[in-house]
């Protein structure tokens, strides 16, 4: 059996959308992550969380195939809170307000249990911070991280030494332009191959997704979702799946063995399907309530949908 | 054997890209149309001309399974000309200048022996003038129409009762938002059927096309071009192929069936795939210079390999 880790961050978060609004709820990219990654495989979650952390949302991470022995809680401190806004068409957002709270000084230790951990998600941070969770876990075979503008251009020295020592990235479609300073996401794409990962994933949102590797560059649409009533943490649900789909299904390795043997062309393009899959039930919903209710038959339902609809 | 007509605008264009420039080259909706249909089944091109127009370009139409006994020659008048500048990622453009020329006065009239046409593709005009062109075939089985902003916004009403009467619409995403007052292009898609058609495809440039019937909504991607020259054309060229294998596979219909009959929803989303393939080979070089060399038998290949990247 692998193993999957993810760290990263877990939060409560204010949401206003055309559809309505949500306070103090549940979220994280860390939380996105294992919620969906947690539909096809046990997730070992690394985090920081405050006082004010609820017991029932602990125990609705538990609930979800999460281990949540890595969350670490800081006596007399608050949780990482965010509160934002959509534009009407929901293609763009507007922070209203951070407070990194015990997110700020997080510097995430690994528990010892976790560090044989096969399959790592470095979810959304410093680049430094992700390669301090790197070189607490012994011999991973495939990781994959995410980014962001922040870290593009305030630490990019140290995100282009982190490029190198990982199997895989996934990137919005702009921050992947702003990285490579390429015009187009497709030569943006193939250029962060030449930084390191043998596998990139660019995010497009509502268009979909685009994976390069050696060979070839696929894309795959968004699931077409009607009713979208909140977007946040789709692209952390995309990549729980994503994962939680590869470490279900990758082939048992030899130990030595690397990502190139472990995961083919075709399980990382299906892994990619689910986690379209993934996103969009998180959408569904304000915050994590449909991510965090809905089940592995009705994820493997919409993906045969899905995989009708490109069927030519 | 169905027979495919199409009417819209011939033109010489002059356009420059991040990648190079072009003047006074072959262009023009039905132009771009055709090459693509041309592929799959012959055509019959209804457009104008000026005496300007080279005996040159005619050959070529017609080496291209062209029937280009619709094309009015208006003696002394100036071929329809349009200049236009891409941006540097080339998802916008400015027009520079724009010679309606023969195209300002064109009342198309159907040739008699067009008028038997079971296909008809009206591009891009006045819903009036497209209309007209209904009125002048007798009882086709297929009819799909392009239309653009001006249009919905000086001439909606006429619009809407051109809808009323054809089968398939074929808009861009800004224009389906435009057309409805919908925030997102997929309540645009649905609205638009309840306006008449039973089919409509929206086009999303590099994302692709959604495509909308009474049951479902289907999400294409583009075709991945890594080096685009010149999106001037793309989307004609989509509707070209999509109506030129439609019209090639089409089931063989008794006197009185309409599409419903005849276009399978699994034809047309095949057709669809044809039409991405053929966009795809357009924007590889300026103007219609690939489009017009590609062969029948490259646009199967790489159909093939289009429908291997969707398989999931």
Redesign the interface.
């Known amino acids: 059996m692998s193993s999957l880790l993810v760290v990263g961050s877990i939060a409560y978060d204010s949401i206003k959308t ?1 559809l309505g609004e949500v306070s103090s709820t549940l979220g994280g990219s860390a939380v996105y992550f294992s919620l969906a990654a947690g539909l096809f495989h046990p997730v070992r979650l690394v985090g920081v969380v405050g006082e004010d952390f609820s017991q029932e949302d602990v125990e609705l991470l538990r609930g979800r195939n999460i281990d949540a022995r890595g969350i670490e809680r800081v006596p007399g401190g608050r949780t990482f809170r965010w509160s934002g806004e959509y534009s ?3 293609n763009s957002r507007q922070t209203l307000s951070v407070e990194l709270n015990v997110f700020e000084d997080f510097q995430p230790k690994i528990p010892e249990s976790f560090r044989d951990s096969k399959f790592v998600f470095l979810a959304n941070g410093s680049p430094v911070t992700q390669m301090s969770v790197l070189e607490q876990v012994n011999k991973p075979h495939f990781v994959m991280a995410d980014t962001m503008d922040l870290w593009i251009q305030t630490q990019q020295a140290d995100l282009l030494k982190l490029l190198k020592g990982i199997d895989g990235l996934v990137v919005n479609d702009s921050e992947a332009i702003l990285l490579t300073d390429c ?2 996401v ?2 943006a794409g ?1 250029k962060i191959l030449d930084l390191g990962p043998s596998r990139v994933v660019i995010k ?1 949102g ?3 997704a ?1 994976l390069f590797d050696r060979d ?11 009713a ?1 009533r909140d977007p946040t943490g789709a692209g952390d649900s995309f990549a729980g799946a994503l994962m939680g789909y590869l470490a279900r299904n990758a082939r048992h390795p030899g130990s030595s063995e690397r990502e190139k043997d472990l995961v083919s062309p075709r399980l990382f ?2 892994a990619i ?1 689910y986690g379209t899959v993934a996103a969009s039930f998180t959408v569904e919903h304000f915050g994590v309530k449909r991510i965090a209710e809905v089940s592995e038959a009705e994820a493997h339902e919409r ?1 045969e949908k ?2 009708e ?4």
Do not use: C, Q
């Open positions: 055309p009407a068409d929901m015009h187009n497709l030569g193939k497009k509502e268009h979909g685009l070839e560059v696929i894309p795959l649409p968004a699931y077409p979702v009607l979208v393009k299906k399907g993906f899905f995989r609809y490109l069927s030519l």
